[in-house]
């Protein structure tokens, strides 16, 4: 019979999984749909404002993410530093790519959630946001 601990995991494993599924969250969910809104092609105007409250709802779970992944390295970083400190060390520095990501994509979500320049959602969403790619 196997017995479960009651002890968290570790600060450098749990900043790990939550900056993973940071990133899985981020690059599954929304950078597809910014892709979709930034590319002409991608969607019909009548469909705009419907991407752009999805895009809205994901990007509130994206910031509840972000939250926890900060929660997650804050405690990390508050342990003593150890003199071999690989995978803590890993746990941050892919933290920072992450971070970097979730900045990108605020840029992209920010300027697509703003008011548009015309008052008109659809019209405005496209004409009035420079096409950038979030993953740059």
Not at 5 to 23: G, N
Not at 33 to 57: I, M, T
Not at 81 to 105: D, G, I, K, N
Request: glycine fraction near 4%; proline fraction near 10%; include cysteine.
């Amino acid at each position: 019979m196997s017995q479960y601990s009651d002890h968290p995991p570790p600060s450098d494993v749990c900043l790990m999984l939550r900056a993973h599924a940071e990133q899985r969250w981020l690059s599954h969910e929304v950078i597809p749909v910014l892709r979709q809104l930034r590319d002409p092609d991608g969607l019909p105007d009548e469909q705009l404002g419907a991407a752009l409250a999805y895009l809205e709802v994901i990007w509130l779970e994206a910031g509840r993410l972000a939250a926890e992944t900060d929660a997650a390295v804050a405690e990390l970083d508050a342990e003593p530093v150890c003199a071999e400190e690989t995978l803590p060390s890993r746990a941050r520095s892919y933290h920072a790519a992450v971070r970097t990501l979730r900045e990108r994509a605020a840029r992209n979500v920010g300027a697509r959630l703003a008011a548009p320049c015309d008052g008109e959602i659809p019209v405005g969403a496209r004409a009035c946001i420079p096409p950038e790619d979030p993953l740059r």
